[in-house]
């Protein structure tokens, strides 16, 4: 079956604009999370959604949010778009989360949305 | 709080030579541990996971041991091939926390 499909692959913006990444879980998948990746902070939890709610919130300010929608599909978006906000950004799913909270569950990572902020 | 910590890398090593990269964690109360390994252009794939003291994961060749005396989980393998080059990730989660928590990773590099 398809894997997590992330889109944009890449893209380029500038200091002040806003910018919305999409993810499509793998068919089934009702747990969506976003991850930040950087040379400097690694790998950094955003946000996690199950079934159109938020379930945890990553230390980021309030310029990065997130949704999903009823089929599962998650966005994030950044506004007032600062240097520091160039990375990679991975969305992973999962049917359940890390199931009941004990940590089970396989997360399926995307290929990820490289983000250049000039 | 909770963190991750891994060796430094790069790590190179010719290939079928024996392979360790050290993870020590610090949580909370009882996380699961996960290696994720990431290759070139993709995603992280989920290498091997543990879930309680004890356990032993492993997949493809690789080991890892959950030691909750010594907050570990050091990833092992004993013969590397060339196709093992990516980078390396251990990471903890938490009951009820829905997240992962990521070491800074681990590049490794087998030379044929």
């Known amino acids: 079956k398809a894997g997590v499909t992330q889109t944009p692959r890449y893209l380029i913006k500038t200091r002040g604009q806003q910018v919305t990444l999409s993810c499509s879980p793998i068919?089934?998948?009702?747990?969506v999370s976003w991850y930040q990746q950087t040379p400097g902070q690694g790998l950094q939890f955003l946000f996690e959604?199950?079934?159109?709610?938020?379930?945890n919130k990553g230390n980021f300010p309030g310029r990065f949010s997130g949704r999903q929608f009823s089929n599962s599909r998650s966005e994030m978006n950044v506004s007032t778009l600062e240097l520091g906000d160039s990375a990679l950004y991975l969305c992973?799913?999962?049917?359940?989360?890390?199931?009941?909270?004990?940590?089970?569950?396989?997360?399926?990572f995307g290929e990820g949305s490289r983000l250049t902020v000039l | 709080g909770n963190s991750v910590t891994q060796m430094e890398g790069p790590v190179t090593l010719s290939e079928e030579a024996f392979l360790t990269i050290n993870c020590t964690y610090t949580?909370?109360?009882?996380?699961?541990l996960f290696w994720y390994v990431q290759y070139p252009g993709e995603g992280l794939q989920l290498l091997l996971k543990?879930?309680?003291?004890?356990d032993k994961g492993s997949n493809k060749g690789f080991e890892a041991t959950y030691r909750k005396e010594t907050t570990s989980f050091h990833l092992e393998k004993g013969s590397v091939q060339v196709s093992d080059s990516a980078v390396y990730f251990c990471?903890?989660?938490?009951?009820?926390?829905?997240?992962?928590?990521f070491g800074q990773g681990t590049r490794l590099t087998i030379n044929p």
């Open positions: 992973a799913s999962s049917l359940l989360g890390l199931a009941g909270g004990l940590g089970t569950g396989e997360l399926f």
């Open positions: 959604y199950f079934s159109e709610t938020q379930r």
């Open positions: 543990a879930t309680k003291a004890d």
């Open positions: 068919s089934g998948h009702r747990s």
């Open positions: 949580a909370t109360g009882y996380p699961s």
């Open positions: 990471a903890l989660s938490l009951q009820g926390a829905q997240k992962l928590v």
